[in-house]
T-cell receptor, first 113, second 116 residues
Framework: AQSVTQLDSQVPVFEEAPVELRCNYS??????LFWYVQYPNQGLQLLLK??????LVKGINGFEAEFNKSQTSFHLRKPSVHISDTAEYFC???????????FGQGTTLQVKP | GAVVSQHPSRVICKSGTSVKIECRSL??????MFWYRQFPKQSLMLMAT?????????EQGVEKDKFLINHASLTLSTLTVTSAHPEDSSFYIC????????????FGPGTRLTVL
């Protein structure tokens, strides 16, 4: 079975500072990896995904993530955050043949002025 | 981009009544739709997977007689919460996946259910 651990429940950061949201996963088979963002009372929006190929994945809104197979990690990074990046961020994993998403617990990114 | 809608966005009902939530893919054919439940400040928990024209597959611990799922067409899936109770109050989110993009799910905006 797969599982996802987001190591930080809350990450406070000042505007224009860099940020990293950490995600580790466990799986005995090959998986796809995703990062989603959720704004209050809304559904999820896909930031980026890793399916195969280059381990550095670039997504929307200036976010990127790096797949590290040896460390089973898929950390999300942004070099300079904005107030509008304040939201809940979810890391997720799925097996390629089922499409079922297993979500981490979420990380609240709080960007302060 | 692919758009998924949900209706209603918010619903308040009395205990014991049933509530139907619709999930529609607006610009693509969704061969598979997923239903999730999210409690406040928590992550999304997959409830069931529905494939068009077949019975839904429920996750362990989800009562299939309480959460009725129908996926009768390639653009519409419905979740009916039967005999709702206050503990069913939650945020319900659907997602849809097309046959040609099996690696990507598109999420609806969610439905906030409050059972009094």
């Amino acid at each position: 079975a797969q599982s996802v651990t987001q190591l930080d429940s809350q990450v406070p950061v000042f505007e224009e500072a860099p940020v990293e949201l950490r995600c580790n996963y466990s799986s005995s088979v090959s998986v796809y990896l995703f990062w989603y963002v959720q704004y209050p009372n809304q559904g999820l929006q896909l930031l980026l995904k890793y399916l195969s190929g280059s381990t550095l994945v670039k997504g929307i809104n200036g976010f990127e993530a790096e797949f590290n197979k040896s460390q089973t990690s898929f950390h999300l990074r942004k070099p300079s955050v904005h107030i509008s990046d304040t939201a809940e961020y979810f890391c997720a994993v799925s097996r390629s043949n089922t499409g079922k998403l297993i979500f981490g617990q979420g990380t609240t990114l709080q960007v302060k002025p | 981009g692919a758009v998924v809608s949900q209706h209603p966005s918010r619903v308040i009902c009395k205990s014991g009544t049933s509530v139907k939530i619709e999930c529609r893919s607006l610009d693509f054919q969704a061969t598979t739709m997923f239903w999730y439940r999210q409690f406040p400040k928590q992550s999304l928990m997959l409830m069931a997977t529905s494939n068009e024209g077949s019975k839904a597959t429920y996750e362990q611990g989800v009562e299939k007689d309480k959460f009725l799922i129908n996926h009768a067409s390639l653009t519409l899936s419905t979740l009916t919460v039967t005999s709702a109770h206050p503990e069913d109050s939650s945020f319900y989110i659907c997602s849809a996946r097309s046959l040609d993009r099996v690696d990507t799910q598109y999420f609806g905006p969610g439905t906030r259910l409050t059972v009094l």
